[in-house]
Every structure is written in C-alpha cells, then in structure tokens.
C-alpha cells in the first residue's frame, strides 16, 4: 500500500509568532519552524499501516525552503521518501489554494492513501483534508480517531460527544487524523543517519502541474485586512484572604463575567 502524508512546517508555539508588515503573511522567519504537530500523528499512522499491510510510505511538504528540516524528521521518523513542492508563486496561498496546489502534486504521484492532520496549529482552518479530497474526487474520511484498512476497503472511527461513528471507503481515499489516534515514535539515531541518504524529490509548481494563476497572495480567495501586535498581558490580581477571602474571589469572578 502506497501512502503520503502530507507534512507542514509551522513555526514553533513556543515562541513568538509574527506577520509581515509589508504583505501580511506570515513570518516564518521570526520563528524557529517545526513539523505542525497533528502531521507528526499523521506521520506515525501512516508508518503503523505500513508496518502492518506493507508498501511505502511518501511524505509531500508544500512550503519555502526552511522546511526542508521537516521533512528530514519525518523522513527520520521512518518514511521512506519526500516530494517537496517549492516554488516563490506559491507563498501567500490560503487554504483553498494549497489544498488545489497539493491534489495537483498528488496526481503526479501513486498513492492509495493520504494521511493528515485535521489541523495546522498556525492557521486552523481544519478544511484542507475535505478541500483536497474534493480537488482529488475521492471519499474523505476526517476527524479519525483509529483508521483500519482491509484490502481494499478503509474503516474509521471519529470520536462523538455520544460516543464514536463509523466510517467507510472503498480506497483510495483521504484521512485526517486527531491526536488521540497514537503516540508518535522518537527517531532512533540510527534512522536519524538513514534519513540523511533517502530521495527528496524537489518540485517547482510547473515540475507538479501547477497553475500559478491560481495560487499565490495576488490570487487569494481570502485576504487579511489588518492586523495588531497582541497586548502586553496585564498583572494579575491578588486576593488576600482576611477571612474574606471567598468573597473577593467571587466578586473578581462576577465583575469579569465568569460567574
């Protein structure tokens, strides 16, 4: 079974994130960029169906030229190779354009499976896993909290408040995944070194049949209008108990419109 995962680059939660002043995108250069950690889920489903059915595993990033680190982890994670798209048209792209940019990608490869995240810490749009399966024409399967596959057919499970659905496809087909689906593995050194020598295929958006009338922040179907540096965090308020101590506590709460 030949299975991609999709992988993005985001920058790190714990620090500080940014805009670009002159374009409004973001600045992925203000911070210290990692693999989005829903993909790492992915990435790790991906290598439990592999482990267990067989075939490959393919990792696809779309993203500048830092996220070649990320890729490197996941190929260190135990996917067997990469395909990088990489081209300047694609930067400002929103999440309809990147969902149209990676299904265009993905026709140039064979795969009977694609694995994602159901989010990006970054953006949270939480749509490019039903976005890209609508570009693709196949079944989406989103929100999977345990993915089975049995020949040719796949099963899933999405967690409810009432419990769980069941969910089914014939594949190929696209799944996203939560992060209560599996704890991803640690790199051993061993495939820390192995990854350095597996196949990175680098694409430009022609290389992967891309319109780039399509894509990039002139094309956009969203814009951002404004934007304003979050405030400084104001101090904390102290209650000292003098035996009123409840009381204060829940004046606090009733003024700011907790209680």
């Known amino acids: 079974m030949n299975i991609v995962v999709l992988v993005k680059q985001v920058p790190d939660t714990a620090t500080e994130r940014k805009l670009n002043a002159d374009d409004k995108t973001l600045d992925r250069a203000a911070s210290d960029g990692v693999i989005n950690e829903l993909d790492e889920y992915a990435i790790e489903e991906a290598l439990l169906l592999k482990e267990k059915h067989g075939g490959e595993v393919t990792i696809l990033t779309m993203g500048p030229d830092q996220a070649t680190d990320s890729i490197r982890k996941a190929l260190s994670m135990g996917a067997d190779k ?129 319109d780039t009338g399509k894509v990039g922040l002139a094309n956009a179907t969203t814009e951002t209008v404004d934007f304003a540096a979050a405030p400084p965090r104001a101090a904390g308020t102290i209650v000292k108990d003098e035996g009123d101590g409840g009381v204060k506590a829940a004046d606090f709460l009733a003024e700011k419109k907790f209680v």
């Open 82 to 210: 990469a395909v990088f798209v990489n081209d300047d048209a694609l930067h400002g792209s929103d999440a309809i354009q990147s969902a149209y940019a990676l299904a265009q990608a993905l026709g140039t490869l064979e795969f009977d499976l694609v694995v994602l995240g159901s989010e990006s810490t970054d953006a949270r749009t939480g749509v490019i896993g039903a976005a890209l399966a609508e570009y693709l024409g196949l079944p989406q399967l989103t929100l999977a909290g345990k993915v089975d596959v049995d020949g040719g057919a796949i099963k899933i499970q999405r967690q409810t408040d009432y419990g769980y659905d069941v969910i089914e496809a014939q594949l190929p087909a696209v799944v996203s995944v939560v992060e209560k689906i599996n704890e991803p593995r640690y790199p051993s050194f061993k495939l820390i070194m192995q990854a350095k020598k597996k196949p990175v295929d680098k694409k430009s958006a022609a290389d992967a049949g891309i």
